[in-house]
């Protein structure tokens, strides 16, 4: 049987120049970081953040113009992608973020401004094993090849287990004529499957199963075999981690996998971050906080700030933007436990989003509330519609025509229907561009809501020969709090803004003075007052702080002063005593 050609199913890269419209595999995703930290060495570089179970390594990128700072001392956005290994769109679109602030720095002011005064962290991909294995077989995994649980009987397994029977490199489904068969195909497009009606008979009818094969049939019922590789990197984070008996894929303890362990090693050590998107296909929709919680549980401020951001991104994608909680489409008002953006937000106070890119319906212009409603009401007309884009923008791929075939077990079947991979789980190649193009503005957006300190004045008063009051005012003027969010400003993890003032020999702080080092009340942001405007016009301006010290030091003697804050990053500035203006 001839091998199929997988470079040309998967849309694959075959080198490591830049295209839009195709997948790389983790060698050629290396090679072309690597091309681009080598082009803009001032702007852009590239570190392990650990290694796979099969000794891959897991990259993260650091952009930011390196003249203007450490990227520890700006505040800092996270994007990830690819935690879930079917999910490599969203390695594209973390790339392609890349990409646009590294090309556009030169000729876009306000990409400069991202990145001169902000930095930008991004994991392209973090199940690496099961990504390669999606993308160079015709398998795939949750997350991990790695099996779980691995405490279960082989009985447990029984069932129909997908497979590629024919060896085209895909697995699709099986369609078997059956009387009793829920399914008749369309009689306007053979590729569709509509549901018999209650009362109809005389037909010809099917039942549809994974394609694959049955594992210890009797003839009797055909049930869906449980994956063997059911560990969910999205369920493994300690953020009220429960066993995988109560949430399905939780893994063995949480951060019990060299991914997940690394992604929050990472984050733990890079404090600045105050934002994030974490990719995943393929709902369409914006998921913010909180998987496990009400509205009412977050703080008023943060919701407005979760509504404001979450806003510009339904503006860029056209995807709504909820609460998994309350409106999740697979299980709405049940939590889920374990899951990255509650452990960003609960633990770290970051405004995570979980992007859910891509929309087979969505994309050809069929739009519900409801992902798992639009599942079950799809009407045969919504389906020419799917079809009809397909056929237009992807030359025919994303759906497979029935062709017959003679099954080991179930005798004559045909197998086709829609592609799971690239149609359902993310776009065939040629659609792939316009979806990058949708995702990318809402990361660019998302960054640009940072807190932002800077020294608004300072200066210096004589009070008496050789004793100088010497003060600084410091400005929040970003969109965001200086200490990121409420959630965070009231965790025992928070820190409060410094201010500190360094003293050259011969200068000493008076009895008296505020310590060298001291703590200032975090500065309100903009999304304070991210209302329409009130008639009262009653507003307060926060987002100022005033530091002052009492010095003495020979007249001309030069200081400095450094503010500091987690998320809002380190502004600088220096004063002489005894200059005039």
Known sequence: MEQPNFAELHYLATTAEWRLDRYYTWDLMTELLRGWVATWPSLATMSSIGTSGEGRDIWVVTVTNQATGPDHEKPAYYIDANIHAAEVMTSSVALATIHYLLTNYERDPSVRRLVDETTLYVVPRISVDGSEQFLTTSEAVRSSTVPFPTNLPESAHEGLEPQDIDGDGLIGSMRIKDPAGPWKVSERDDRIMLPRRPDEYGGEYYFVLPEGLIRNWNGGKIALAPSRSALDFNRNFPVDWRPHWEQAGSGPYP????????????????????????????????????????????????????????????????????????????????????????????HLGVLAFMTELWGLAHRAGITWDNYIELEDARTEESDRQILRLLDEEADGRGVVPWKSFDHPQLGPVELGGFEEKFGLMNPPGPLLPREIERAVPFAIGAMGVAPRLRVIDSGTEQIAADVWRVWAIAGNEGFLPTCGSERHRDSGASRPLTAEISLPPGATLLPGSAPATQALEHLAGRVSQHTSFHFSARYPNLSRGHVEWLVTAPDGTRLEIVIRGEKAGVCRAAVTVGATS
């Open 255 to 346: 951060l019990s996998e060299p991914e997940t362990k690394a992604v929050a090693d990472f984050l733990l050590s890079h404090p600045n971050v105050h934002g994030a998107q974490l990719h995943h296909t393929a709902a369409g929709m914006i998921l913010r906080a909180s998987a496990r919680y009400s509205d009412e549980e977050i703080p008023r401020l943060d919701r407005r700030a979760y509504d404001a951001i979450g806003a510009i991104g339904s503006a860029t994608t056209g995807f709504r933007c909820f609460s998994p909680f309350h409106s999740n489409p697979y299980q709405p008002g049940k939590p889920s436990f374990g899951i990255e953006s509650d452990w960003l937000y609960d």
